[in-house]
Structure formats: C-alpha cells, structure tokens
C-alpha cells in the first residue's frame, strides 16, 4: 500500500498541469474541524459523531516542482469523540487532480504531530503519524476527508484501535 501511495504522488508531481490558483496560493486561511466517524465503534465505549474544533493554516504556495500547496498548521479539537482534547502540528501538501466547472478534487496528506487526551483511561497520548486525506473545493472553500488507520493508534496508545475517517471545512483568507 505505502509503495501505492508513494507511486500515486510521484506520478502526480510529475505533471505541471494539475497546479492550479489555489496550489499557488501563499496566505492564511482556516480549518473548522466536526465530523468523524469510527469504523468500527466501541461496544463499551459511546463515541461522539461531532468533534468541535479550529486550526489555523500557513500555505507556503507552490512546492514539489511547482503541482503541489504545501502548508503548516496549528490545530485544537475541544471535544474528540471520547470526550477529551486533540492538539495537533502538522506539515503537509495538497495536490489538485482535477478542476471541472470552478470544482477542484485534490489529494493530499500531512505528517502530524498529535496529543489526545483519553479521559476514561486519564491518559494522554503523544506522537507523529501520516494522515492522507481527499477533498473537495471551491472558491475560498475546500472540504476534506482524512482517515486516521488503526495501525498508527495503536502504535501511540499501544491498545486495540479501529480507523477513523474525520471531516473538515477549510476556509482561504
């Protein structure tokens, strides 16, 4: 799967004409985090469908050989789906496949530094994982979808763990 993914973003950067005005794009904008849902839920645990929460995102414009937006953000999710807070630092890019009538479909991912705090247990967890997502963009707004897979939660919380795919708006200032 990785080499998948590795030959899809090679492909993808290999070709200038994907790059449209919002992989240019160098400015601010904002990401309003609030829906997820876990693949496979919890019998013990009751989860939370909406997980309120608020970014802030520096794009850095073009990147890998000009088809790409590259971007940093700072990230707080008040409430995730277990009642506690996620903090989150992330690098990551953003391609465009395809703009049809103002619509853009892009791809893209980011390498995530994150803290989730788990308050049944009274423990917070720490570390980076890969998060890929897919969206759906236009004008100054984009709607992403991630998935969080299983073995990079296990691998921070060293527990039993199932994919969460999580939603978000993306607001360009």
């Not at 570390?127 to 707004?141: E, L, R, S, V």
Request: aromatic share 14%; proline share 4%; hydrophobic share 40%.
């Amino acid at each position: 799967m990785r080499n998948l993914v590795a030959l899809l973003i090679l492909a993808i950067s290999s070709f200038n004409s994907f790059a449209d005005e919002y992989d240019r794009f160098d400015g601010w904008s904002a990401t309003i985090y609030g829906l997820s849902h876990h693949v496979t839920p919890s019998k013990t645990v009751p989860y939370r469908e909406i997980n309120p929460g608020l970014g802030v995102r520096k794009h850095f414009g073009e990147c890998f050989w000009r088809t790409a937006n590259c971007f940093g953000e700072l990230s707080h999710v008040s409430q995730n789906s277990i009642g506690g807070k996620v903090t989150m630092a992330s690098v990551g890019s953003k391609w465009t496949l395809a703009t049809v009538d103002g619509v853009r479909l892009h791809i893209g991912g980011t390498l995530t530094y994150l803290e989730y705090e788990n308050p049944h247990n009274k423990a917070v967890y720490s570390g980076a994982t890969p998060i890929p997502f897919i969206g759906i963009g236009k004008g100054n707004w984009d709607f992403d979808i991630s998935i969080l897979s299983r073995k990079p939660i296990e691998a921070l919380t060293g527990k039993d763990a199932e994919a969460i795919f999580f939603g978000y708006f993306i607001y360009r200032f």
